[in-house]
């Protein structure tokens, strides 16, 4: 019992220390040896309370003039893009950037679209979307060996690229807009509120992008694994319990909302219920 109080306070004291350092900016490594790195580094998250949280994606393609096609396609429909001209480049963002989805041409220097995608399913599962010449049914069966969800055949049209981006992202459960409603209660995730007609509450970041991943599948158990990697990230050393202390601060931010109750399920995790 008292070893379980120690831990309790140790978490809730790293809870506190994670809040205070919201923004702080980590340098990635400049010395990458090999194709893929040993230890990546944390995933750099430098958005500021208020910032408007944004779906990432990664362009990977080694010609200029479709990486900038993309960005104006990706970006119009308010994605944020960022680009690497060859498959290194595209995995060492891939280690160090918090990405959503990645677009990866098939034949790029250094590393060549089919390595990279089995490079990143070692350790990431996020989205992956191949972009291959016409008619190249191999590139197909190999890419998908490797782990790609999807192909887009070059030349493409800007309204399937993006019709194929939110498609995997919606199979991915990975929410495009930055509002999630239950009932008459609003998350905000950029604004970091929680709120009903009669009153609104500011929450800390953690708090409200734990909130909102809860809202966006009422009912369903999330594990505290799931909830670390999703929220933390999936390189987060600390303690297990630091979802505790959240989901405790949570509870007490809650008291407003009675219609929603974030439920303990023995054994398992957490869930959101609407009463």
Request: with cysteine; glycine share 6%.
């Amino acid at each position: 019992m008292y070893q379980e109080e120690i831990a309790s306070k140790q978490a809730h004291k790293a809870a506190e220390k994670e809040e205070t350092s919201v923004g702080a900016t980590e340098v990635a490594p400049t010395d990458v040896s090999g194709r893929k790195p040993a230890d990546p580094p944390h995933k750099r998250d430098n958005r500021k309370a208020g910032d408007v949280i944004m779906t990432t994606i990664l362009v990977a393609d080694d010609d200029p003039h479709i990486r900038k096609l993309m960005r104006l396609y990706l970006e119009n429909s308010q994605f944020n893009v960022i680009e690497a001209e060859d498959g290194q480049e595209a995995l060492d963002l891939v280690s160090a950037e918090k990405i959503d989805l990645a677009i990866i041409d098939v034949m790029m220097p250094h590393l060549d679209g089919i390595e990279l995608t089995e490079d990143i399913r070692s350790f990431l599962n996020i989205p992956i979307l191949m972009v291959t010449a016409k008619g190249e049914s191999q590139d197909k069966v190999k890419g998908f060996n490797a782990g790609t969800d999807d192909y887009l055949v070059k030349p493409f049209d800007p309204v399937e690229l993006n019709l194929r981006v939110k498609a995997l992202l919606k199979r991915y459960n990975i929410n495009l807009e930055n509002l999630v409603k239950i009932g008459d209660v609003s998350i905000d995730v950029e604004r970091l509120t929680v709120a009903s007609a009669q009153e609104t509450v500011q929450l800390k970041r953690k708090e409200c992008e734990l909130l909102f991943t809860l809202a966006g599948s009422p009912g369903k158990i999330f594990t505290r694994a799931q909830l670390i990697e999703k929220i933390w990230g999936y390189d987060y050393e600390g303690d297990e319990r630091t979802v505790d202390v959240h989901i405790k601060r949570l509870r007490e931010q809650m008291t407003p909302f009675p219609d929603l109750t974030i439920t303990t399920v023995r054994g398992l995790g957490y869930r959101l219920e609407e009463n």
